[in-house]
């Protein structure tokens, strides 16, 4: 969440922001490490953020069930809050964005939080199937994603496509995050939940094992140079080696993020009781709050800075000082959200 919001101040604040790093078209490149850094140390969020939802999925329904939920009370309540994450995304979301300086040309945009709604809609349906289906079916998607965009073109898409698989714009509609190449993502993460539910300890000791094999394929498929990296290496220098397609998330992408992701996690679990995570869990407790709430914010900071821009450095403290305001409000939603009873709306945020 922290290293996302890096990335957004960057866009409102620094103006500095790069182009996608998209499966076609023109491809970002670097001319020194900060830029690059800046931008590369975000890529962990969206892998995060799609594999610990199916995660929690399976916690929130395990939980619900021994609270005397029934099968179809908990698929009906993950379907609404994937409607309303949808719903955030065009009403709410997508305003913030139109605050910035590219709000004369922003369409109408497909992101994240309608990534996450669709996912969860669909895997709400897939719940109760084997472990063994979820993984099939999570790598049938990644190889699907591969498979249409190395035959496909990027013109006449329809908008039907692009929410289901094909990044890119068609008319007024623009689509990073479709359905499909991320759904892969949620149901892997559906499996993690499974083991921690079965074995905690393990659960954390197969993510760092996990996370360590993923780097490894990581460095032999980039090398390599084939099926799995979308667009090769465009350079000779590290930065090139590390700048991958993320729109769809090419399999480099997914092996280098989630790599990185699960064993962060792993450590995160070896400092479970340490009070320097303290400030996480407050982050950690308000997600979709914080999400609305910071690109509100770095935009309205943006504006009042002028449409010159800061530049990367000078985004840096006012990147700071956004998290310093965010884990004050935060603190505060918190604490009214748990007073809230189970059934409360507000718990929806």
Not at 254 to 270: A, C, R, T, Y
Request: aromatic share 16%.
């Amino acid at each position: 969440m922290l290293v996302m919001a890096l990335d957004h101040a960057n866009v409102f604040i620094a103006h500095a922001h790069p182009p996608p790093e998209m499966w076609t078209g023109f491809f970002p490149r670097y001319d020194s490490a900060l830029p690059f850094f800046t931008r590369f140390v975000t890529h962990f969020a969206a892998p995060g953020f799609f594999f610990l939802m199916g995660t929690a999925m399976i916690l929130f329904a395990e939980s619900h069930r021994k609270a005397g939920w029934k099968e179809s009370e908990i698929v009906r309540h993950l379907m609404v809050r994937g409607v309303l994450l949808i719903a955030l995304q065009f009403l709410v979301e997508n305003r913030a964005w139109q605050l910035g300086e590219q709000a004369a040309s922003f369409p109408l945009y497909f992101g994240v939080l309608y990534g996450l709604g669709a996912a969860m809609m669909v895997s709400a349906l897939m719940l109760r199937l084997p472990s063994v289906v979820l993984i099939g079916t999570s790598i049938a998607t990644i190889v699907a994603t591969h498979l249409w965009v190395l035959n496909a073109t990027d013109r006449n898409v329809p908008v039907v496509i692009r929410a289901l698989m094909l990044p890119g714009s068609t008319g007024n509609v623009l689509v990073y995050y479709p359905l499909i190449p991320w759904l892969g993502v949620v149901l892997f993460g559906m499996v993690l939940g499974r083991w921690l539910l079965k074995d905690r300890a393990q659960a954390y000791r197969r993510s760092l094992w996990l996370g360590l094999v993923f780097l490894v394929v990581f460095f032999i498929v980039r090398m390599w140079g084939g099926f799995g990296n979308i667009r090769s290496v465009e350079g000779t220098d590290w930065i090139s080696f590390l700048n991958v397609v993320k729109y769809p998330p090419s399999l480099v992408f997914l092996l280098l993020m989630l790599g990185v992701d699960l064993i962060l996690l792993f450590m995160f679990h070896k400092l479970e009781w340490n009070r320097l995570l303290v400030p996480l869990a407050v982050f950690g407790k308000s997600p979709l709050f914080f999400y609305l709430m910071h690109l509100y914010l770095y935009a309205v900071i943006g504006i009042a800075l002028g449409p010159r821009g800061t530049g990367i450095l000078g985004m840096y403290p006012y990147w700071i000082l956004g998290l310093i305001i965010l884990y004050l409000l935060c603190w505060s939603y918190g604490q009214i959200k748990q007073r809230q009873p189970a059934n409360s709306l507000l718990r929806f945020f």
